[in-house]
């Protein structure tokens, strides 16, 4: 069983900076591939970048590539999404979910795949 926590959101002007954690509980968290989505108001939550069990292989959604950068540290048992150059579409709640990798380096942006999600954060880019 894996119990994610997120952190680090809040209100930002257009092309600010923050970066979001998830920390997570239980010894085996190394073990898992872990994803961060986002769901605005009045939409679905859509997937918004992935990093494998060993922080070797990232994986981002196009919308977000070159400005947010997934990251782990192991050793603390928490994932961090940095978002750089933040514009008024990024404004959602983000969540963090993870799924037992395996060992292996599977990516998938598929939200069925993921067996334990976060509560959420809230993120709010002013124009």
């Known amino acids: 069983q894996v119990q994610l926590v997120e952190s680090g959101g809040g209100l930002v002007q257009a092309g600010g900076s923050l970066r979001l954690s998830c920390e997570a509980s239980g010894r085996t968290f190394s073990s898992y591939a872990v994803g961060w989505f986002r769901q605005a108001p009045g939409k679905e939550r859509v997937f918004v970048a992935h990093?494998?069990?060993?922080?070797?292989?990232?994986y981002y959604t196009d919308s977000v590539k070159g400005r947010f950068t997934i990251s782990r540290i192991n050793a603390k048992n928490t994932v961090y999404l940095q978002m750089n150059s933040l514009k008024p579409e990024d404004t959602a709640v983000y969540y963090c979910a993870a799924y037992p990798a395996g060992g292996g380096s599977y990516i998938t942006s598929r939200i069925s795949e993921y067996s334990y999600w976060g509560q959420g954060t809230q993120v709010t880019v002013s124009s």
């Open positions: 990093i494998s069990w060993s922080g070797g292989r990232t």
